[in-house]
């Protein structure tokens, strides 16, 4: 059983170490991890297998199945956990979703930081009530999306679905990131207090820095803060295994890019 334990003898991690978990075929939960962490934050990462065909089934299995999951990380010294999914929120929605959190907590002394509740964190601390959401599900998912965030007490605005590539070995996973870039344009002057960019396994980070003006297409944004899934489960998990809680100047810090914006070309 993994249980928090000091960090400070390793050597790449003595500020907190994760535990990420990642769907199977996810490409982009490592690559952007490694991105975002900050100087002394490490992670180890762990594949949630399923072995159903249906998206919707495999996100319900990786939820049921997050006890053999975490265990992949044997003894080593976990401070914080992430599931990097989003999806599987969704599923089992709200209330089991915490009861989940407080069992961790609870049986392995860890947090569980998840994709959608470190997304509710950021929106409390940016003070967002009406939110965009830019979405690369299918449609049934999307709208399981709206429901979830309507749960947690935000008013849905705006929602794009983005056009997936069926015929890619993953529909969300290979789409490029100008695939939201190009959304962001139209939900500019929408009202939103925040966009989000759904789905841990759509690339994310090059819009979100080009909003902040660490980029070219975008240096004069003035729309509301963007932030994506991925994005806020590693900005929180990362809070987590360094055990502080993060405020509003934290966030902001990591929406302006300044630790991570240069290693996109990396």
């Not at 994760?18 to 990462?45: D, M, S």
């Not at 965030?149 to 069926?166: E, H, K, N, P």
């Amino acid at each position: 059983m993994t249980k928090r334990l000091e960090t400070t003898q390793l050597e790449y991690a003595p500020k907190g170490l994760i535990g990420v978990l990642t769907p199977q075929a996810n490409t982009t939960v490592e690559p952007e991890f490694a991105i975002l962490c900050p100087p002394g934050v490490g992670y180890l990462n762990a594949r949630m297998v399923s072995a159903k065909r249906g998206m919707e089934e495999r996100l319900a299995d990786y939820g049921e199945n997050i006890d053999t999951n975490i265990d992949q990380f044997g003894n080593a010294p976990i401070t914080a956990l992430a599931l990097a999914v989003t999806g599987a929120s969704y599923l089992i929605g709200r209330d089991a979703e915490d009861a989940l959190v407080e069992r961790i907590r609870a049986e392995r002394g860890l947090p569980l930081v998840t994709a959608a509740r470190a997304v509710c964190d950021a929106l409390a601390l940016l003070d967002a009530k009406q939110v965009a959401l830019i979405s690369p599900y299918p449609e049934s998912l999307t709208a399981k999306s709206a429901a979830y965030w309507a749960s947690r007490g935000f008013s849905i605005g705006d929602i794009v679905q983005l056009q997936t590539d069926a015929d890619s070995f993953h529909p969300i996973y290979s789409m490029p990131s100008d695939a939201a870039a190009k959304a962001l344009a139209g939900l500019k002057n929408t009202g939103a207090d925040a966009i989000v960019l759904l789905g841990t396994g759509m690339p994310t980070l090059a819009p979100i820095a080009q909003c902040a003006g660490s980029g070219d297409w975008s240096a004069d944004w003035s729309g509301p803060p963007v932030i994506s899934s991925l994005f806020c489960v590693a900005w929180r998990s990362a809070a987590a295994a360094a055990g502080r809680q993060p405020d509003r100047a934290d966030l902001e810090h990591w929406l302006s890019a300044a630790h991570w914006g240069g290693r996109l070309d990396g």
